[in-house]
């Protein structure tokens, strides 16, 4: 008796449940879209990569000339770079700090 009284008073699904072959493209999609999405990370990835090198290689042309002309950039790091680059740093992560 319990058990039909259960039963009766269920709410009926009305939809249907998906077939193998449906829930296989699906999958199939979505490696499709996760497959799509990890060459385009990595395709620009490099292309960050290769702009960077140029970048570096024509900031190593101007070092080269700045120490021609006797204004060479070699001075080692003080206490107060550190602190700078370190305030830097915290002001612009600061806004993650915020969600924890």
């Given at each position: 008796?319990?058990?039909d009284?259960?039963?009766?008073?269920?709410?009926r699904f009305p939809g249907e449940v998906r077939s193998a072959?449906?829930?296989?493209?699906?999958?199939?999609r979505d490696r499709l879209l996760i497959s799509a999405a990890l060459v385009l990370v990595t395709a620009l990835a490099w292309a960050y990569l290769v702009r960077?090198?140029?970048q570096m290689s024509a900031s190593m042309e101007h070092d080269t000339m700045m120490a021609a002309m006797g204004m060479s950039m070699?001075?080692?790091?003080?206490?107060?770079d550190g602190f700078f680059t370190f305030a830097m740093a915290f002001q612009i992560d600061r806004g993650s700090y915020d969600t924890l």
């Open positions: 008796m319990r058990a009284g259960t039963t009766g008073s269920t709410p072959p449906t829930v296989a493209a699906l999958l199939g960077f090198d140029r070699d001075a080692p790091w003080t206490v107060a």
